[in-house]
């Protein structure tokens, strides 16, 4: 999320105590022809909107463990004071290392923290590249645990692929964490705000694109077929297909945002944050359930 749509959420969440009423309306988000038996919703939950709205991931290791929510409220004083100010999309390796995104509002660096198994956090730093956005929205581990793949704000033609800080024995904490290689995607996406593996080579993303220029509809649910397993030393290619479009469905009107995204391989849930328009972000803001059918 870039600087600007964080000040509006920030303004929205300190204004909500002088309001006594809003606007009362219903929106139906439509869902595109043939493409809706691909993820169909099955229910959701209120999604608090300091605490769960920006990332969510199912953390299966140790066993029995809560999922894991990102959002302003869960910035460690520690960590903001230093000016990471804002916490993207979280995720989980298979064998329990847990990485949360963070950015800045200016520099030429975004921070990965990153929870081992027993609980120790440590940080890795990365330099921008050239050309690269500030913006640090989400993460994304691979099924092997040894890469992580990551995106930029606006719209793109790629996806940054990283050896898994923590995981892969290439980095430490104490060196620049560089960027490995790409996924060159065959079509443009927008603000993709999360993405989560499905399988070895296949990718589901959370879009916040506002236009709808794209795929024809706004916020759309995209899968990204992979060429091959990153593996670090090539670029590999992506297929990108829009499934659907999120749901938007509010009390209030105005501009949702759609926000993190987790697929748990354990049940094959999908869920995806959306967080609601103007004062409704206080009180329907949703993590909405899919199920593959």
């Not at 987790?262 to 944050?273: A, E, K």
Request: aromatic content about 8%; proline content about 8%; glycine content about 10%.
């Amino acid at each position: 999320m870039p600087a600007s749509a964080r000040q509006r959420c920030h303004a929205v969440l300190a204004g909500l105590v002088t309001l006594a009423t809003a606007a009362v309306v219903s929106l139906a988000a439509p869902v595109p022809a043939g493409a809706a038996d691909l993820w169909t919703e099955t229910g959701s939950d209120r999604a608090d909107p300091l605490t769960e709205s920006q990332g969510l991931t199912s953390v299966e290791v140790p066993a029995n463990s809560p999922n894991h929510y990102t959002g302003i409220g869960t910035i460690p004083l520690g960590v903001s004071s230093r000016g990471w100010n804002h916490v993207g999309d979280p995720d989980a390796s298979y064998n329990g290392y847990y990485i949360e995104p963070y950015q800045r509002d200016s520099g030429n660096s975004k921070m990965f923290r990153v929870q081992a198994p027993g609980g120790a956090w440590t940080e890795y730093v990365h330099t921008l590249g050239a050309g690269e956005a500030l913006n640090n929205s989400w993460d994304a581990i691979s099924p092997d645990g040894q890469w992580m793949l990551s995106g930029e704000w606006g719209t793109m033609t790629r996806l940054l692929v990283f050896p898994t800080p923590g995981v892969n024995p290439s980095t430490s904490p104490s060196a620049n964490l560089p960027q490995a290689s790409a996924v060159r995607l065959d079509h443009a996406v927008r603000d993709v705000q999360g993405c989560d593996f499905s399988g070895p080579t296949t990718l589901l993303c959370s879009s916040d694109d506002p236009e709808g220029s794209l795929f024809g509809f706004t916020k759309p649910l995209l899968q990204i077929d992979l060429s091959a397993a990153p593996n670090g030393t090539a670029d590999v290619s992506g297929h990108v297909t829009a499934l659907r479009q999120l749901p938007l469905r509010s009390s209030c009107s105005g501009a949702f945002e759609a926000e993190g995204i987790d697929y748990d391989r354990r049940s094959g849930v999908l869920r995806v944050i959306v967080v609601s328009p103007g004062f409704c972000v206080l009180t329907d803001s949703k993590t909405y359930k899919f199920a593959r059918g």
